[in-house]
């Protein structure tokens, strides 16, 4: 296993927790929001506005196909990467997902609607888009609850499944 993607809803940690956790490993942090905005040249939500959604997940997996040439990083995913079929079959072939599990209420607390998240209108449409890819938030090889713990214990929990098992499993329950 060479690379770590950091699975989660906005406002998750994992533009926090993957630096701590690159460090730790002695790999490169990739954060595919700042990836996808290099590459297009303007921030994603004026990819939003000017070219839309399909464009912007268009960039998204070509973002992911991209990594297939890079070894020994740890990836913060896009929120949304994850719902994508050929997202996570992309991500299951080049390594280990791992969803940062964060409660919808902290979220609010973490992600203003400012207009800088085009996803983030209203609390109606946030709580909507949460629970619609929670399901597939679950389906990533290590869950990890982030409510009460410190960066820094997150990744301590990341890394001794990353350095212990091959094949990650849930905190809450073995996968089959």
Not at 75 to 95: M, P, Q, T, Y
Request: hydrophobic share 40%; proline share 6%.
């Amino acid at each position: 296993m060479t690379r770590v993607f950091l699975v989660g809803f906005m406002g998750a940690g994992k533009s926090t927790i993957g630096p701590l956790l690159s460090v730790r490993l002695g790999w490169d942090f990739v954060d595919l929001d700042q990836d996808i905005e290099a590459f297009a040249g303007f921030p994603i939500r004026d990819i939003f506005e000017t070219q839309g959604e399909d464009y912007f997940r268009s960039l998204e997996y070509a973002a992911l196909v991209g990594l297939r040439q890079r070894q020994r990083c740890v990836v913060a995913l896009v929120g949304g990467a994850f719902v994508s079929g050929r997202n996570r079959d992309l991500v299951k072939e080049l390594g280990c997902s791992v969803f940062l599990d964060c409660p919808l209420e902290l979220i609010l607390t973490r992600c203003p609607m400012d207009g800088t998240r085009p996803l983030l209108q209203d609390r109606s449409m946030v709580e909507a888009l949460y629970r619609s890819r929670l399901p597939f938030y679950l389906t990533s090889d290590l869950r990890v609850d982030v409510a009460t713990r410190s960066p820094e214990e997150i990744s301590d929990v990341i890394l001794q499944h990353v350095l212990g098992h091959p094949h990650l499993k849930s905190e809450a329950s073995p996968k089959p």
